[in-house]
């Protein structure tokens, strides 16, 4: 969708997605290897009782359902940053995240075929629980 296409409070739902123990490990193990996230001995003993995925890792899996949806695909032209990140409860091994995208700024370009749009993303699991909700702005094209 370009720039034009969009109005402010205009949502999006996104496909869910289940994170699973294996997912965890293969990603933390890469990208954020703390105890947490990779030692279920450690983790038995944590405040979670078990294996969490690493934050990053959610946002990645939120993100990557965001792009499948081309709510904007090949109309983006770059990102432009994240606003805020606030992770409110852990993921856990096997639990079914779903997202919401809502459309909250649009920001004429002063350069003709562009506009800023900023969404905001509010993720949920399987129990209703907040997992996770930031904000982020995209440079994506418009028609004119």
């Known amino acids: 969708m370009y720039y034009d296409d969009f109005t402010v409070g205009q949502k999006f739902f996104l496909e869910p997605v289940t994170i699973s123990e294996a997912e965890i490990l293969e990603f933390a193990k890469k990208y954020d290897p703390l105890p947490i996230h ?15 995925a690493s934050g990053f890792h959610t946002l990645c899996a939120i993100h990557a359902k965001m792009i499948k949806l081309r709510i904007v ?3 983006v032209i770059g990102g432009l940053g994240i606003d805020y990140l606030q992770w409110s409860n852990p993921v856990h091994p096997n639990d079914t995240l779903r997202g919401e995208v809502e459309i909250t700024e649009k920001i004429p370009s002063s350069k003709g075929g ?10 949920r699991n399987q129990d209703d629980q907040l997992v996770m909700t930031y904000q982020v702005k995209s440079l994506v094209k418009s028609r004119n």
Do not use: C, H, M, T
Request: glycine fraction near 10%.
């Open 38 to 52: 990779i030692d279920p001995e450690f983790a038995k003993n944590s405040l979670f009782g078990g294996i969490i």
């Open 114 to 123: 562009q506009g800023i749009l900023a969404y905001r993303v509010v993720v």
């Open 73 to 75: 695909y090949e109309e």
